[in-house]
């Protein structure tokens, strides 16, 4: 069974500090997590779906494209994006973004001036 865009539970608060395409994921991730949405439905365009919500293309897009790097989305060229079977994690799981781990003390730099010998390996 197919969900077309009038089945989605998305509301969009414009009010809210948190940017319209981060609501939209969040939705989109929270209806396919708890069965409102399921694997092989289709999803509306980004284009109709901007226009349904009133919203730019830019923030649909932008709201794919974050679904499809977790995995949530697939999108089949020519056929549609649809949604996939979930992640192995639920919506409330969702891993946070990597963020790089704080450097140890750099190492000390190397002169690579002209004329300055390399003798880092003479003295191993």
Do not use: C, K, N
Request: proline share 10%; aromatic share 4%; glycine share 10%.
């Amino acid at each position: 069974m197919s969900h077309t865009d009038t089945a989605l539970p998305v509301s969009l608060d414009r009010a809210a500090v948190t940017p319209l395409a981060v609501q939209l994921a969040d939705a989109l991730r929270e209806a396919a997590a708890s069965g409102h949405l399921r694997g092989g439905d289709r999803l509306p365009s980004t284009r109709a779906l901007a226009g349904r919500l009133g919203v730019s293309r830019t923030v649909t897009s932008a709201a794919y494209e974050q679904l499809h790097a977790e995995g949530w989305i697939a999108g089949r060229h020519g056929s549609g994006t649809y949604v996939t079977t979930p992640p192995s994690f639920s919506a409330s799981e969702v891993p946070a973004p990597a963020v790089p781990a704080p450097e140890a003390a750099a190492p000390s730099l190397l002169d690579l001036g002209p004329g300055t010998p390399w003798a880092d390996g003479l003295d191993r």
